[in-house]
């Protein structure tokens, strides 16, 4: 019966910061022991007194849900059901559900002009980090490096700002962006952002889930693949495919899906189509990032 603890806690993003630490803990923790999967729900907003009790009330949003201990491992989640609802797979370890809330009162970014705000977050380790989340931004003069590059300009066009594989530790890959608020829309590890969005989005890194070899036909005779290294992740490493390697380069999903493609042919008839359809699709979204980053920089060259 597993030990399950419950907490609440808020992230203050930088454009707010007023004074103290940017992680407060809402109301204090609580652990149970559970039977079986474990539940939690988080309203959308709490009502909080930033930096001290005395403090106007504002209002912390949530954000998203961190997994530790879980049978699934470590995870992020935002459910978007009522009471952003969750319900957590268990085995013997402990497991640490914690519900983060982004405050939403006061403050500005300093600048005048509209700005995205970026932050990331180690899932691991269940905390915000500095270090910029972003690798790059097209086009690239819309990337703020005025202070610690989290900022991306938006009074002139939209962007698109691709995440670094990985900060701090790393053996935290990226996992996903969360766009917490303004209009940007996460593509992969591609964060889309229209034109004057103020938005704030978060980009979160785990620890990648070690791959086991899928089965095909209820037989042993479908192993086939193996992902290694990064390539999940647009890192360098490769596929094992029926124990033959296909290299990866780095930075690459368009040639990760297509090692994916190629490696396919050596599958069971059965599987071989699903696999080389996704296969392509993901090939097909990355040549249409490409593009859109070619395109940018080309205005850019021009100006």
Do not use: C
């Not at 530790?68 to 935002?78: A, F, I, K, P």
């Not at 797979?89 to 809330?101: I, K, L, Q, R």
């Not at 590059?149 to 996903?176: G, Q, R, W, Y």
């Amino acid at each position: 019966m597993p030990n399950v603890t419950t907490q609440y806690r808020m992230f203050v993003p930088r454009r707010r910061r007023i004074s103290g630490g940017s992680m407060i803990d809402l109301v204090p923790s609580w652990s149970n022991l559970v039977t079986g999967d474990a539940h939690g729900s988080a309203p959308d907003t709490i009502e909080v007194h930033y930096p001290t009790p005395q403090a106007d009330a504002h209002e912390a949003n949530f954000a998203f849900w961190s997994i530790l201990g879980s049978s699934d491992g470590e995870y992020t989640d935002r459910p978007g059901t009522p009471g952003n609802a969750i319900t957590v797979h268990t085995d013997t370890a402990p497991v640490t559900m914690t519900a983060w809330y982004v405050y939403a009162g006061g403050g500005g970014n300093g600048t005048g002009q509209p700005e995205l705000e970026t932050d990331a977050f180690l899932v691991d380790q269940n905390t915000f980090v500095d270090p910029t989340p972003i690798q790059s931004v097209a086009p690239p003069d819309a990337w703020d490096h005025s202070d610690v590059s989290e900022f991306v300009f938006t009074a002139n066009e939209a962007s698109d700002v691709f995440a670094l594989d990985t900060v701090v530790d790393p053996a935290e890959h990226f996992e996903k962006w969360y766009a917490l608020e303004g209009g940007s829309v996460p593509a992969g590890q591609t964060l889309q952002v229209p034109k004057n969005d103020n938005g704030i989005a978060i980009a979160t890194y785990r620890i990648p889930p070690v791959a086991q070899p899928p089965k095909f036909g209820g037989s042993d005779e479908g192993v086939v693949g193996i992902v290694v290294g990064g390539v999940s992740f647009d890192g360098g490493g490769g596929i094992i495919v029926n124990g033959h390697y296909h290299p990866v380069p780095p930075w690459s999903p368009f040639l990760a899906a297509m090692a994916v493609y190629e490696a396919a042919t050596a599958l069971p008839r059965e599987s071989r189509g699903k696999v080389q359809t996704e296969a392509l699709r993901a090939i097909v979204h990355a040549a249409q990032t490409m593009e859109k980053q070619v395109q940018a920089k080309a205005a850019t060259a021009v100006r």
